[in-house]
């Protein structure tokens, strides 16, 4: 079992930055590829970056050149490094651990870009 614990969201404005932080229980980057997800209101979850077991990085298109996935192994940790963020980026952020016989959820952290 992993828990993962997803923090560092909040209310924004547009063209600023925000960094998402996703504490895992224990260490999992060697079995587990890490991403982030989220999810609009009224709208199905997305797929936003991922980071595979090797530490390359995959990002959907909306958000590529704006958002950074990066990790700390010795802290366990997974962050979504977002710049320039833009009202369409509002959302719930999931944090994601997958591999083949396991799919692991956290709670979600709330993204506000508003003026």
């Known amino acids: 079992q992993v828990q993962l614990v997803e923090s560092g969201g909040g209310l924004v404005q547009p063209g600023g930055s925000l960094r998402l932080s996703c504490a895992a229980s224990?260490?999992?980057?060697?079995?587990?590829?890490l991403g982030w997800y989220r999810q609009a209101p009224g709208k199905q979850r997305e797929w936003v970056a991922s980071i595979r077991n090797s530490g390359h990085p995959e990002y959907a298109d909306s958000v590529k050149g704006r958002f950074t996935i990066s990790r700390n192994v010795a802290k366990t940790t997974v962050y979504l490094q977002m710049d320039n963020l833009k009202s369409e980026d509002t959302a719930v952020y999931y944090c994601?651990?997958?591999?083949?016989?396991?799919?692991?959820w956290g709670q979600g952290t709330q993204v506000v870009v508003s003026s």
């Open positions: 994601n651990a997958r591999r083949f016989d396991a799919n692991y």
């Open positions: 224990r260490n999992i980057f060697s079995l587990y590829a």
